[in-house]
């Protein structure tokens, strides 16, 4: 995308001091010498930078460098980094769960105690500037030929109406047949419900009471004491529990269909916590009625956040039960059922309902719940949405909410087929919900197919796209050094300057406060093109300063003191010593992001009106376009040279 030197302008470098290099190198390596010396000397040039930006390293001590799974801004300003273990096993047997805190200003870090494992959990930011961390990582994957011990799901009953029971991890089940098999996690399994039933004859006499007992019911997953295939269980069959004793032990029993040595997948948590900015540490909250592995978390308009899909505690993907979480009861209940494949794109819509623009992070069948639409969450509706093309390729494609979110303009972006699929996609697409019958409609191409785009929103109202590969997890060393901005208006590409960091899966880009992006993460499957050695997780951050930062830094639109709440009319009155200069302002929302999902970024227009030493901006009244939280605020010029932000708070 940016521009390369040419043959003439090569031939000048090999000049001089380059025909050195001539005696120990063959031609073509010299000549890529100079190529890349040119660029490097070409990118730091103020004109360059001007027009393309440019991409500046992050110096991170040591100790604090993590695999960075989930990125989020906190309203402080800085950003919680979350690994958990971090996609490696041995972190997982070790119980070393990792949280690091950056902050930006003066580029400081400091390490958060991290009590879960929230690898591969969702999070959404709470009205108060809380941060909900849910899910995560209970039990890593064995492959096909990997499984040497039989394992599965086993329902745990309970046909006593009198208490619950709790199993405890390491507890044996016992077949018939006596093989014996060990839970891997603690299971509480509730009382059985006791329901009466009343009949009367026809003379009106009552029959005799008659009672009901439904046991009460828990999953756990087993894995066999003894490897190999003597331990596995074809047919169903009851097991007793050991070490129960007491009623329990004549209540409380196990019941599974099969117990097989086929690949066992990841399997999710239930754990909640609430991320605390002032405090930085993690509080827990109550758990969720379902294990999640890969899920959703999208604030609802009312601040309350509902759960979507994931992996449960089996293994399994769940088959529709979402819920939904009150950070005012801290409390989870029950949600509208339907099935999404995992870490579904669902947005937040001026109407109220979701829109699931059919992106999506992998598990689950190619032929069910890909389909983009908006689900009505009160009444659990459907309606499809059609006119996208490549519908095959929609997992770790890029979607977002298109500045203003006013005008209720969806945009999918690359993206590529189901699991380990060769197939990426260079489609972009737009959708309209304004429009009676709502369709989307081709957008101009990405440079080559794209798979885990980053899509970052600028308050300048562009789009900022980088980084993805053309293969699953940059598989034959294809991860994309490009970067381009979307302008919405124009409906058109520009360029931006090149990453020196390649990004794939586990990768993530938010928005800083100061107006630049923040890049993180990334993990290879391999570490060549001929895919002969494993990759490495990328632990390097990048941060790219977009072009209007290299403008005239005395004539850039400044903010000074304000409220820290928006008022009951929606004002908030800043000072300004140039309020001349500013002409829009924009409310944006602090990302959340993992597995290119972030469905929390959104930039709202807000009213303005000046005078003469300060802006006063007003605020849309409506909570599903505005859903309470902290935001920030960001003024602009006339070229669009933004502010720094200021922080928000809309009740």
């Given at each position: 995308?940016?521009?390369?030197?040419?043959?003439?302008?090569?031939?000048?470098?090999?000049?001089?001091?380059?025909?050195?290099?001539?005696?120990?190198?063959?031609?073509?390596?010299?000549?890529?010498?100079?190529?890349?010396?040119?660029?490097?000397?070409?990118?730091?040039?103020?004109?360059?930078?001007?027009?393309?930006?440019?991409?500046?390293?992050?110096?991170?001590?040591?100790?604090?460098?993590?695999?960075?799974?989930?990125?989020?801004?906190?309203?402080?300003?800085?950003?919680?980094?979350?690994?958990?273990?971090?996609?490696?096993?041995?972190?997982?047997?070790?119980?070393?769960?990792?949280?690091?805190?950056?902050?930006?200003?003066?580029?400081?870090?400091?390490?958060?105690?991290?009590?879960?494992?929230?690898?591969?959990?969702?999070?959404?930011?709470?009205?108060?500037?809380?941060?909900?961390?849910?899910?995560?990582?209970?039990?890593?994957?064995?492959?096909?030929?990997?499984?040497?011990?039989?394992?599965?799901?086993?329902?745990?009953?309970?046909?006593?109406?009198?208490?619950?029971?709790?199993?405890?991890?390491?507890?044996?089940?016992?077949?018939?047949?006596?093989?014996?098999?060990?839970?891997?996690?603690?299971?509480?399994?509730?009382?059985?419900?006791?329901?009466?039933?009343?009949?009367?004859?026809?003379?009106?006499?009552?029959?005799?009471?008659?009672?009901?007992?439904?046991?009460?019911?828990?999953?756990?997953?087993?894995?066999?004491?003894?490897?190999?295939?003597?331990?596995?269980?074809?047919?169903?069959?009851?097991?007793?529990?050991?070490?129960?004793?007491?009623?329990?032990?004549?209540?409380?029993?196990?019941?599974?269909?099969?117990?097989?040595?086929d690949k066992q997948d990841f399997q999710g948590i239930r754990a909640a916590y609430e991320f605390d900015p002032k405090a930085e540490k993690y509080v827990p909250v109550a758990p969720m009625k379902e294990a999640r592995w890969y899920p959703t978390l999208t604030t609802l308009q009312d601040g309350r956040v509902l759960a979507v899909s994931g992996l449960d505690d089996v293994g399994a993907i769940l088959a529709g039960d979402n819920e939904i979480y009150d950070?005012?009861?801290?409390?989870?209940?029950?949600?509208?059922?339907?099935?999404?494949?995992?870490?579904?794109?669902?947005?937040?819509?001026?109407?109220?309902?979701?829109?699931?623009?059919?992106?999506?992070?992998?598990?689950?069948?190619?032929?069910?719940?890909?389909?983009?639409?908006?689900?009505?969450?009160?009444?659990?509706?459907?309606?499809?949405?059609?006119?996208?093309?490549?519908?095959?390729?929609?997992?770790?494609?890029?979607?977002?909410?298109?500045?203003?979110?006013?005008?209720?303009?969806?945009?999918?972006?690359?993206?590529?087929?189901?699991?380990?699929?060769?197939?990426?996609?260079?489609?972009?697409?737009?959708?309209?919900?304004?429009?009676?019958?709502?369709?989307?409609?081709?957008?101009?191409?990405?440079?080559?197919?794209?798979?885990?785009?980053?899509?970052?929103?600028?308050?300048?109202?562009?789009?900022?796209?980088?980084?993805?590969?053309?293969?699953?997890?940059?598989?034959?060393?294809?991860?994309?050094?490009?970067?381009?901005?979307?302008?919405?208006?124009?409906?058109?590409?520009?360029?931006?300057?090149?990453?020196?960091?390649?990004?794939?899966?586990?990768?993530?880009?938010?928005?800083?406060?100061?107006?630049?992006?923040?890049?993180?993460?990334?993990?290879?499957?391999?570490?060549?093109?001929?895919?002969?050695?494993?990759?490495?997780?990328?632990?390097?951050?990048?941060?790219?300063?977009?072009?209007?930062?290299?403008?005239?830094?005395?004539?850039?639109?400044?903010?000074?003191?304000?409220?820290?709440?928006?008022?009951?009319?929606?004002?908030?009155?800043?000072?300004?010593?140039?309020?001349?200069?500013?002409?829009?302002?924009?409310?944006?929302?602090?990302?959340?992001?993992?597995?290119?999902?972030?469905?929390?970024?959104?930039?709202?227009?807000?009213?303005?009106?000046?005078?003469?030493?300060?802006?006063?901006?007003?605020?849309?009244?409506?909570?599903?376009?505005?859903?309470?939280?902290?935001?920030?605020?960001?003024?602009?010029?006339?070229?669009?040279?933004?502010?720094?932000?200021?922080?928000?708070?809309?009740?």
């Amino acid at each position: 995308m940016a521009h390369r030197p040419s043959q003439r302008t090569k031939k000048t470098l090999l000049g001089g001091g380059a025909v050195v290099l001539l005696a120990g190198l063959n031609a073509p390596a010299a000549l890529s010498f100079a190529t890349e010396q040119y660029h490097a000397y070409e990118i730091a040039q103020p004109e360059y930078m001007a027009r393309y930006g440019a991409w500046h390293g992050v110096d991170i001590p040591k100790e604090y460098r993590t695999n960075a799974i989930h990125a989020a801004l906190l309203h402080t300003g800085k950003v919680l980094i979350i690994a958990g273990s971090g996609n490696k096993q041995d972190h997982f047997d070790a119980g070393t769960f990792d949280t690091v805190l950056w902050n930006p200003k003066d580029n400081s870090f400091k390490k958060i105690p991290t009590p879960a494992d929230f690898f591969c959990g969702g999070h959404a930011q709470l009205p108060d500037g809380k941060l909900l961390v849910a899910g995560g990582t209970a039990r890593y994957e064995l492959l096909d030929g990997e499984v040497k011990r039989a394992g599965g799901g086993m329902r745990v009953k309970n046909e006593s109406p009198d208490r619950a029971v709790t199993v405890k991890k390491g507890s044996r089940f016992r077949s018939p047949s006596g093989i014996e098999y060990i839970s891997k996690f603690d299971v509480t399994v509730p009382p059985a419900k006791r329901e009466f039933e009343v009949a009367y004859y026809d003379t009106g006499q009552m029959k005799p009471w008659k009672t009901k007992t439904t046991a009460g019911e828990a999953r756990v997953f087993v894995e066999a004491v003894v490897e190999g295939p003597q331990s596995v269980a074809t047919d169903r069959a009851q097991y007793e529990i050991e070490g129960l004793t007491g009623k329990d032990a004549d209540d409380v029993y196990g019941l599974a269909e099969k117990i097989t040595l086929d690949k066992q997948d990841f399997q999710g948590i239930r754990a909640a916590y609430e991320f605390d900015p002032k405090a930085e540490k993690y509080v827990p909250v109550a758990p969720m009625k379902e294990a999640r592995w890969y899920p959703t978390l999208t604030t609802l308009q009312d601040g309350r956040v509902l759960a979507v899909s994931g992996l449960d505690d089996v293994g399994a993907i769940l088959a529709g039960d979402n819920e939904i979480y009150d950070p005012k009861t801290k409390q989870w209940s029950k949600g509208p059922f339907r099935y999404f494949p995992t870490y579904p794109s669902l947005f937040l819509t001026k109407s109220g309902k979701l829109f699931y623009s059919g992106a999506n992070a992998g598990y689950g069948p190619a032929d069910k719940g890909r389909e983009p639409g908006l689900w009505d969450v009160e009444k659990n509706t459907f309606t499809k949405i059609g006119g996208l093309n490549a519908t095959d390729q929609l997992e770790t494609a890029s979607s977002l909410l298109l500045p203003p979110a006013q005008d209720q303009r969806f945009m999918l972006l690359g993206g590529g087929g189901v699991g380990e699929s060769k197939k990426a996609t260079p489609r972009t697409a737009v959708v309209d919900l304004k429009q009676n019958s709502p369709a989307f409609k081709s957008g101009p191409e990405l440079p080559q197919g794209t798979r885990y785009l980053n899509s970052v929103i600028m308050p300048d109202d562009s789009v900022f796209t980088s980084g993805g590969s053309a293969d699953y997890r940059g598989r034959g060393g294809s991860n994309i050094l490009k970067a381009q901005f979307y302008d919405p208006k124009e409906n058109a590409f520009r360029e931006a300057a090149d990453p020196t960091v390649g990004r794939n899966y586990h990768s993530e880009a938010l928005l800083l406060p100061d107006g630049r992006v923040a890049t993180f993460g990334s993990d290879s499957l391999f570490g060549d093109k001929d895919n002969t050695k494993l990759g490495k997780f990328e632990q390097r951050m990048e941060v790219y300063t977009p072009p209007y930062l290299y403008r005239d830094k005395d004539k850039r639109p400044a903010l000074g003191d304000g409220p820290e709440a928006a008022a009951g009319d929606g004002r908030a009155t800043f000072k300004t010593d140039h309020p001349e200069r500013v002409v829009k302002a924009r409310l944006m929302r602090p990302s959340a992001v993992t597995h290119t999902t972030d469905v929390e970024q959104r930039s709202i227009e807000l009213g303005l009106t000046k005078d003469k030493n300060s802006v006063t901006i007003t605020v849309p009244k409506d909570r599903a376009l505005v859903p309470p939280g902290w935001y920030m605020v960001f003024v602009t010029d006339q070229e669009g040279t933004p502010s720094e932000a200021k922080w928000l708070r809309v009740d």
